[in-house]
């Protein structure tokens, strides 16, 4: 896609869809800096309470927001220069909701492949709904959850 074209589609969002890309766009960045940099037991006091999850149970108007933002989040994470994989996406939903005093769950997963490799996951929950990185998930043993 040119990047006239990725104007294009950024000129069609509204105001506050603009805003929040920006910010999703800033935030894959930090956490993908903060990832490579950082040992992980900074940053994982950062996501929050540890083995500890968000309610299940979340009004219509918070399930909507959620889907808005991992949208977001996801289309935000196509466009970087670096890498924005499931858990630069898990953090940055995390904060972004966080920032709206919406609770969410980040999950750290496992699991062997054919060959015997361990593939780590990272996905993001908002009551029921999976907010990044929820396809899946349920073939991961989960290892750890931060709520915040």
């Not at 956490?31 to 009004?59: H, N, Q, T, W």
């Not at 933002?69 to 220069?81: C, N, P, Q």
């Not at 899946?136 to 290892?143: G, H």
Request: hydrophobic share 40%; with cysteine; net charge positive.
């Amino acid at each position: 896609m040119t990047l006239l074209k990725l104007l294009e589609k950024f000129n069609q969002l509204e105001w506050k869809s603009k805003k929040e890309f920006i910010k999703a766009y800033i935030y894959t960045g930090f956490f993908r800096a903060y990832i490579l940099f950082i040992p992980f037991r900074k940053l994982a006091k950062r996501m929050g309470k540890v083995k500890c999850e968000s309610p299940e149970e979340v009004d219509k108007d918070t399930y909507f927001e959620a889907e808005r933002i991992g949208s977001i989040v996801s289309k935000a994470s196509k466009y970087t220069f670096w890498k924005s994989l499931c858990l630069v996406q898990a953090l940055t939903a995390q904060k972004l909701l966080g920032d709206k005093n919406i609770p969410t769950t980040i999950y750290l997963g496992v699991l062997k492949d054919k060959k015997n490799n361990i593939i780590a996951h990272a996905w993001t929950r908002c009551g029921k709904y999976f907010v990044t990185g929820g396809e899946n998930n349920e073939m991961f043993t989960v290892v750890a959850k931060f709520s915040n």
